[in-house]
């Protein structure tokens, strides 16, 4: 059983188009996460959930709206697509909001912007 | 702010070479550390984590031990496999920011046969 999952694992797509990542986890944790990765490998968080609440918006643009309907699904849309976005993006989940947790991370979604 | 400076990559080392990379951390508070490796291709995974000063986490034959003293959390292998090949994040949580986990910027360790 995957701890968490995201999908699409790849995505290519055109500058101006809108594109969604979801992401699930079955670990029953309270906590999610969004982090963007670079290609050095510099991780930022984004996003972070507790509880389906708004945490963390770490002066992320606007085009990017994350909505967690429930407890165990943390999905990340992002409006009018810019070649800047391409980057891997992950999803991460922890049992407390608190980060002295263990955070669990998805595979990645490797977003391409053409 | 809270802050972690990692050892700039890439590392590169022979198979049953000894490891070090170094880590170093700024922070208020009694944060957590730990140590995250990225496999290719993969999501990063906890490799150890330490929640107080002299503990010493351990997995899968790698080592760090907090050091409030010198703030640093330095990760060590004795015998490196090439199937340790990765990038490894040091990291930092519960400090100035009990919500925010803060990243180095990894370290690249490639080792060859």
């Known amino acids: 059983d995957t701890a968490v999952s995201q999908t699409p694992k790849y995505l290519v797509t055109q500058m101006g188009n809108d594109k969604s990542i979801k992401c699930e986890q079955n670990?029953?944790?309270?906590?999610m996460y969004w982090y963007k990765q670079d290609s050095k490998k510099f991780l930022k968080i984004m996003f972070s959930y507790n509880n389906k609440e708004l945490i963390i918006n770490e002066t992320v643009p606007n085009r990017f709206s994350p909505k967690s309907p429930d407890k165990a699904h943390l999905n990340l849309h992002i409006n009018s697509l810019e070649l800047g976005d391409s980057a891997v993006y992950f999803c991460a989940s922890s049992q407390e909001v608190t980060t002295k947790e263990t955070q669990y991370f998805g595979p990645g979604t490797r977003l391409l912007v053409l | 702010g809270d802050s972690v400076t990692q050892m700039e990559g890439p590392v590169t080392l022979s198979e049953e070479a000894f490891l070090t990379i170094n880590c170093t951390y700024t922070a208020t508070g009694y944060p957590s550390l730990f140590w995250y490796v990225q496999y290719p291709g993969e999501g990063l995974q906890l490799l150890l984590k330490?929640?107080?000063?002299?503990d010493k986490g351990s997995n899968k034959g790698f080592e760090a031990t907090y050091r409030k003293e010198t703030t640093s959390f330095h990760l060590e292998k004795g015998s490196v496999q090439v199937s340790d090949s990765a990038v490894y994040f040091c990291?930092?949580?519960?400090?100035?920011?009990?919500?925010?986990?803060?990243f180095g910027k990894g370290t690249l360790l490639t080792v060859n046969p």
């Open positions: 670990l029953g944790h309270d906590t």
């Open positions: 330490a929640t107080k000063a002299d």
């Open positions: 990291a930092l949580g519960g400090g100035g920011s009990n919500y925010k986990l803060t």
